[in-house]
T-cell receptor, first 112, second 115 residues
Framework: AQSVAQPEDQVNVAEGNPLTVKCTYSVSGNPYLFWYVQYPNRGLQFLLKYITGDNLVKGSYGFEAEFNKSQTSFHLKKPSALVSDSALYFCAVRGLNNDMRFGAGTRLTVKP | DTAVSQTPKYLVTQMGNDKSIKCEQNLGHDTMYWYKQDSKKFLKIMFSYNNKELIINETVPNRFSPKSPDKAHLNLHINSLELGDSAVYFC??????????????FGPGTRLLVL
């Protein structure tokens, strides 16, 4: 079965520092991986996805993610965090029925 | 010009009532979904419709019944509401169910509270 895991419930970083939000996956076949962000009282917004090709995927708002097949990981990164990046981040994998299987979410807090 | 919209945004109701949540997308997509986000923020697929036909029906109580009058709409009707139904319900859409590469676009959510 397709699944993702986000090992950290909470990530705290200082503004201006690099941030990483971790995600590992378990799939049968090719992985189709996604990152979404949820701001308070809002819906999910698409950030980026990995389908095939370059292992480093660039997305919205300066975020990028690195696909690592050997480590079955798809960590979300940003070189310099902003306070406005504080939100709930979800890693997801495309399920066998083309539904989206989400991780439990990681709450990112960026402090000034 | 909201891409995926849901109504109502908030819904507070008593146990045992019947309620509906509406979803509309103006993206011209073929596939629509309903997800449930519980109090711990865990998101889970409930239903998926492609061209008005049911594709995915996860283990969801029969009290939940989706209806798709056309490709642009997917409504969720809930009978005999229970306390455990309290959650945020998200509608989503994607261009084509057949493609695994498609991005899903989400609505703002409907916050349901059953008292």
């Amino acid at each position: 079965a397709q699944s993702v895991a986000q090992p950290e419930d909470q990530v705290n970083v200082a503004e201006g520092n690099p941030l990483t939000v971790k995600c590992t996956y378990s799939v049968s076949g090719n992985p189709y991986l996604f990152w979404y962000v949820q701001y308070p009282n809002r819906g999910l917004q698409f950030l980026l996805k990995y389908i095939t090709g370059d292992n480093l995927v660039k997305g919205s708002y300066g975020f990028e993610a690195e696909f690592n097949k050997s480590q079955t990981s798809f960590h979300l990164k940003k070189p310099s965090a902003l306070v406005s990046d504080s939100a709930l981040y979800f890693c997801a994998v495309r399920g066998l029925n083309n539904d989206m299987r989400f991780g439990a979410g990681t709450r990112l807090t960026v402090k000034p | 010009d909201t891409a995926v919209s849901q109504t109502p945004k908030y819904l507070v109701t008593q146990m045992g009532n019947d309620k509906s949540i509406k979803c509309e997308q103006n993206l011209g997509h073929d596939t629509m979904y309903w997800y449930k986000q519980d109090s711990k923020k865990f998101l889970k697929i409930m239903f998926s419709y492609n061209n008005k036909e049911l594709i995915i029906n996860e283990t969801v109580p029969n009290r939940f019944s989706p209806k798709s009058p056309d490709k642009a709409h997917l409504n969720l009707h809930i009978n005999s509401l229970e306390l455990g139904d309290s959650a945020v319900y998200f509608c989503a859409s994607s261009q084509d169910w057949g493609s695994t590469q498609e991005t899903q676009y989400f609505g703002p959510g409907t916050r349901l509270l059953v008292l």
